[in-house]
């Protein structure tokens, strides 16, 4: 199967050809020549998801998929959620994103945080959503070469390495990512009916 995900981050798009596996064939916006940044202007994941999603499908008239994720922090009361690629200002920098989320919690002793996901998917007229969640907390420091965004200060529950420290096959298991696209592919591979829903 051959299907659009909705994205402008190499590493994401790693990510997920790697969790669906080889029986589909994911494109990139670079394959169907798109460019442009995308809009992403909701108040919340699915809202960006969609939007993402959408303008893919009606200027480029392909079946896509698109995600949106939050790091949601308690002690931050829920920052920076939907503003987290953005959580520094434009232009985008995980540097910085990291550096104003680690200065926002100095002297915080509650640590808990949470990933979500949502996905997005356009087949032609049918829309669904998935979603992925992962509990953890949030490290003093940054401890990890591998992943992206606030992976190197992420560690997930049960776990004494943060999402910077794992295999991409480890975080595909456990992350949030992980879990929106195996519901993705648990989806698609029932074949995407009106019969079919998603859980």
Do not use: W
Not at 8 to 15: A, D, S, T
Not at 35 to 49: F, R, V
Request: proline fraction near 4%.
């Amino acid at each position: 199967m051959k299907i659009c995900f909705a994205t402008n981050n190499p590493k994401k798009l790693e990510e997920v050809k790697a969790a669906l596996g080889e029986e589909f064939e994911i494109l990139s916006l670079t394959d169907i020549g798109c460019s442009e940044e995308l809009p992403e202007t909701g108040d919340t994941l699915e809202h960006n998801a969609f939007q993402k999603a959408r303008y893919v499908q009606t200027h480029y008239g392909v079946d896509c998929f698109a995600d949106d994720t939050g790091l949601e922090v308690e002690a931050l009361d829920g920052a920076p959620g939907v503003y987290s690629g953005r959580f520094a200002g434009e232009p985008r920098s995980d540097d910085r994103n990291l550096t104003l989320l680690l200065d926002r919690m100095q002297g915080k002793a509650n640590r808990k945080a949470s990933f979500r996901t949502v996905i997005a998917l356009l087949l032609g007229k049918e829309s669904h959503a998935f979603e992925g969640k992962v509990s953890g907390e949030i490290l003093r420091q940054r401890s990890g070469q591998s992943g992206f965004g606030y992976d190197p200060v992420f560690r997930p529950m049960g776990y004494d390495r943060t999402f910077a420290e794992l295999s991409l096959q480890e975080k595909n298991a456990i992350s949030h990512r992980g879990k929106a696209v195996q519901k993705l592919s648990d989806f698609l591979k029932k074949g995407a009916t009106g019969k079919n829903k998603p859980s």
